[in-house]
């Protein structure tokens, strides 16, 4: 959710979703406009011994050239194990991948955007994100780095801790504006990255452009958070690293919210009015209610997407009238599907309904999961009181509470800080921002070092399907991959929000749902 999954913010990073990729996820930071475990046998991080953060410990004889706090290391020197990948040149291989005997093996390259020396991928950033968050009331959703300089911070750390099969990571950004139209920019990304540069990994980007566009030029897309089960399937090579697909979540959250005996009264549902969100409504939610013996006492609403600023104003009068309806009907309790639409990172179609809620005087108790970034400050404290989360959310220390330490995510924080880019919790966007940026380059990186005859999409998504629950993320508390299961969000818990406190309260720890 977030991611995965959570931002209050226009695109990119912040509520407006032009900000970045990294917006797509269920992370639980401002909303914005758009632009674990030991890793299981089996998995691509197994083999070598580990030393508890998932980084591999060197055979013997060897050193090792990991990340820590990621399953991203690479054993170097010694016999090596079956399938251990060596470090960057100059670090025992240059980079050639062991077979078991510690006979080099150099993989064959069936990829685009892979030479010699780099592997290249394409990123997206706004520049106009934070003011436009800043213009409609948000500024806290507003990031304080240039997104290329979080990305930077990630990416010349991996280069030189581990690096990409002997290659370094080398970006090519292109600059989302939540002031033009998301569908137009995305075709000029897919153009960017797949003609003008060739990529072998691309952001999604919320919409089915850019996936489509990598799966006709042979790369892989990643960071979506609007992916459904038919996403998947349409694209094989697409994945979401730290969200849990939506009609998955529909699932997960209605389990999660019976468990904590949330259903009474009247039900009302709201989503966006776009394919993926009316699959999750239709094909998880409305099925996983009657599945409780839950019906909702009045058809779901589908709010139109807003694709540019300018239609902001349109989307407000419609969720007006929805508020207005669900009061008329005595709805008390409300569920809002939010997520990545349009110029909305995510958190949008929350702040909008809550805002003009609170206009009408209408407090109904919500049940929610991270894309309706619970305890988030940037919402009204009276409107979310007594509200129900289930969320996998964990870029923040508080989300910590009677659970262990995020040590992926302590160790992206140090990275940012050390580049001269602290992150602080007063800031959910920045906490947002670098954890899925730490997540989408360590996820490359774990995957790709784990190739080891050939280096092609189709090889790249066999390692995904191995992973289990081995990649540890700065952004949820636990993820878990198998084949089919590409969006990799897995572990959450059930919390509730009080505004006596301002806070959310746990009633215990992550879990795997499903």
Not at 160 to 172: A, D, M, S, V
């Amino acid at each position: 959710m977030r991611g995965r999954r959570q931002r209050l913010a226009l695109v990119g990073c912040g509520l407006l979703a032009a900000l970045t990729s990294a917006c797509g996820s269920t992370v639980q930071g401002a909303s914005t406009l758009s632009p674990g475990a030991v890793a299981a046998p089996g998995s691509a991080a197994a083999g070598a011994g580990g030393d508890g953060l998932g980084v591999p410990t060197p055979a013997a004889g060897g050193s090792t050239a990991g990340t820590p706090g990621y399953t991203a290391g690479a054993t170097t020197g010694g016999a090596g194990s079956a399938g251990a990948v060596t470090g960057p040149a100059g670090a025992g291989g240059g980079g050639s991948t062991r077979d078991g005997s510690g006979a080099g093996v150099t993989p064959t390259v069936s990829a685009p955007g892979i030479t010699a020396t780099k592997v290249y991928v394409g990123l997206a950033y706004s520049s106009d994100a934070a003011a436009a968050n800043r213009a409609i009331g948000a500024a806290g959703a507003a990031a304080s780095y240039d997104g290329r300089d979080v990305y930077n911070a990630v990416i010349r750390y991996a280069n030189t801790h581990g690096g990409f099969l002997g290659r370094k990571l080398e970006p090519i950004y292109f600059n989302l504006s939540v002031a033009k139209d998301q569908n137009a920019q995305t075709q000029s990304a897919c153009e960017t990255w797949t003609q003008d540069h060739k990529v072998f990994a691309l952001e999604a980007l919320r919409n089915d452009i850019l996936r489509s566009c990598a799966e006709k030029a042979g790369a892989i897309s990643m960071v979506g958070g609007d992916g459904v089960k038919s996403t998947f399937d349409r694209f094989p090579h697409f994945v979401d690293p730290n969200a849990i697909r939506l009609d998955r979540l529909g699932n997960v959250t209605v389990g999660g919210l019976s468990k904590a005996s949330y259903f009474a009264g009247k039900l009302g549902l709201i989503t966006w009015d776009d394919n993926n969100y009316r699959f999750a409504m239709q094909h998880g939610y409305l099925p996983a209610l009657a599945s409780h013996g839950v019906k909702p006492s009045i058809e779901p609403v589908y709010i139109s997407v807003p694709q540019q600023l300018d239609g902001l104003g349109d989307m407000t009068a419609a969720v007006s009238s929805a508020v207005t309806k669900f009061r008329a009907a005595g709805i008390n309790h409300v569920i809002i599907q939010d997520g990545p639409a349009g110029v909305w990172a995510g958190g949008g179609l929350t702040l909008e309904w809550m805002n003009q809620a609170k206009s009408q005087h209408y407090y109904p108790r919500y049940g929610q999961n991270a894309y309706n970034l619970p305890g988030n400050s940037e919402l009204p404290a009276d409107q979310m009181d007594k509200a129900l989360a289930i969320m996998e959310s964990d870029d923040d220390a508080r989300y910590d509470a009677g659970w262990h330490r995020n040590q992926a995510r302590e160790k992206c924080y140090e990275i940012q800080a050390a580049a001269g880019l602290p992150v602080k919790s007063s800031n959910s966007e920045d906490e947002a921002f670098a954890s899925q940026a730490c997540d989408q380059i360590f996820f490359l990186q774990q995957v790709i070092n784990s190739l080891t005859t050939v280096i092609s999409s189709d090889a790249f998504m066999r390692i995904v399907e191995g992973l289990g629950t081995s990649f540890r993320s700065a952004v949820v508390y636990g993820t878990r991959f198998g084949p089919g299961r590409h969006d990799g969000a897995d572990q959450v818990r059930t919390a509730e929000y009080f505004q006596s406190c301002t806070c959310l309260k746990y009633s215990g720890p992550p879990y795997y749902p499903d």
